[in-house]
């Protein structure tokens, strides 16, 4: 505790009294949503069908519907195994748009309205980038796709199932919001929103003025950062590509807020989050809500050993070897995963009490607190800039940084504005 970074909840003298973790809930959808979701502020992140086996996305998924919270399909869309418990559902909605794609690998919207209109689709998430590969794709390889794999996302069989780098759908920002439009509509009203890894940080913030510019706003983001993780990104890129989380988070907080738009769009965040704690961090710097990969997968017996690539995952939980997936009992891993997420918002409960405060949306970045040194402790409120409402509106912000940035956006392109960026 006497080392640089250790982090802590700063308590009150005066504990409030213990809230029911079950209140630990936000709504998500904006202005423009006719069906909101009430969302769980803990919730299953993105893992599909195919990287996972169909055991372990009937555990997570039995989980979800026990402790009622959302289960994300990952890019691989809606299985017949994500159906049978009926648990909540987000749909991630990758560049390979699968489950909703024509034969050339382009974006279908009739597909995409029949899947999205059921009613356990609740939220639909565009994957822009994702945390531990952001700009590079992915690929399942042809031996672990199967014949329920190729009907689930609408691919051949014999061939390897490749996610591309980028979306064919939009190729501007402006084009984002207008394919988050026709989403919203196809969908009936549902919350619409992306999932991206901060990059250039002038990208966001020309998709930033793109709302202002089409008045569409997405329903929520969720921040992922490079310390996600999975089993199929290249080392250069966990090691060397992408922005942390939190720096992410705290990135596109601020600039909601500059903008006067922070209250009418919700903030997920994911990457590396497992305990009460962890979603205490996130909750203080700017986000909604938390969502949570590793930790529900250790819930349904993965034991990182590393062999997701080879289809030989000794807990079935990353095989589609039908024999491999019987040692993932479904019930006892459904519970497990229901104990998990119970227990972590229990801790997450009493941890709030000790500071006082009742419920996570209570907690700011003054509750929590960082060893800089040896010597010297700061609030989180000390240590992060946080832009005042308005801010960019008004040309007057804090600090070269967000000022530069913003002049850099463009809502026409993700290119830079050249002339400021030289």
């Known amino acids: 505790m006497y080392q640089s970074g250790f982090e802590f909840i700063g308590h009150s003298m005066r504990p409030a009294p213990l809230s029911d973790p079950s209140g630990f809930r936000v709504i998500v959808g904006g202005p423009q949503c006719t069906q909101p979701y009430s969302a769980s502020v803990f919730n299953i992140s993105a893992m599909s069908f195919g990287s996972l086996s169909a055991n372990a996305i009937r555990a997570l998924n039995q989980g979800a519907k026990l402790g009622n919270f959302a289960h994300d399909t990952g890019e691989g869309s809606i299985s017949v195994y994500h159906r049978e418990n009926g648990g909540d559902l ?82 501007t920002p402006i084009e984002l919001m207008h394919f988050i439009q026709q989403l919203r509509e196809l969908s009936g009203g549902k919350p619409v929103g992306f999932k991206f890894c901060l990059g250039h940080p002038w990208e966001f913030m020309g998709i930033a003025k793109a709302m202002l510019e089409t008045g569409i706003l ?19 890129f966990t090691d060397h590509i992408g922005v942390p989380m939190r720096e992410g988070l705290l990135f596109v907080h601020n600039t909601l807020v500059g903008l006067n738009l ?19 961090s996130v909750l203080a710097i700017g986000a909604d809500w938390a969502n949570s990969a590793r930790g529900f997968m250790f819930a349904i017996g993965c034991i990182q050993s590393q062999s997701c690539h080879t289809n030989k995952c000794p807990t079935g939980v990353a095989t ?99 002339v400021v960026a030289a």
């Open 90 to 171: 987000t749909w991630e909605l990758g560049s390979g748009y699968f489950g909703c794609r024509t034969a050339d690998g382009r974006f279908d919207p009739e597909r995409f309205a029949a899947q999205a209109q059921t009613p356990q689709v609740r939220m639909i998430e565009i994957k822009m980038s994702q945390g531990a590969k952001p700009g590079h794709g992915g690929i399942l390889p042809k031996h672990k796709v199967t014949k329920e794999i190729a009907e689930t996302r609408g691919i051949l069989m014999g061939e390897d199932c490749i996610s591309p780098s980028r979306h064919s759908a939009f190729s």
């Open 218 to 236: 997405p329903d929520f983001i969720v921040v992922d950062g490079k310390e996600g993780g999975t089993g199929a990104a290249p080392v250069e």
């Open 262 to 280: 922070r209250d009418k769009i919700k903030l997920g965040a994911s990457g590396k989050i497992v305990s009460a704690f962890d979603i205490a």
């Open 320 to 418: 589609q070897d039908t024999l491999r997936q019987r040692a993932l009992v479904v019930p006892d891993k459904a519970q497990r995963v229901f104990n998990f997420h119970r227990n972590t918002l229990k801790a997450l409960a009493e941890m709030l009490a000790a500071a006082g405060l009742e419920h996570p949306s209570q907690l700011s970045a003054k509750h929590l607190v960082r060893r800089m040194s040896a010597t010297e402790i700061k609030l989180f409120s000390q240590l992060h800039v946080f832009l005042k409402p308005g801010e960019l509106l008004t040309g007057e912000v804090s600090g070269e940084f967000y000022s530069r940035m913003w002049q850099m956006a463009r809502a026409d392109s993700f290119e830079p504005n050249e």
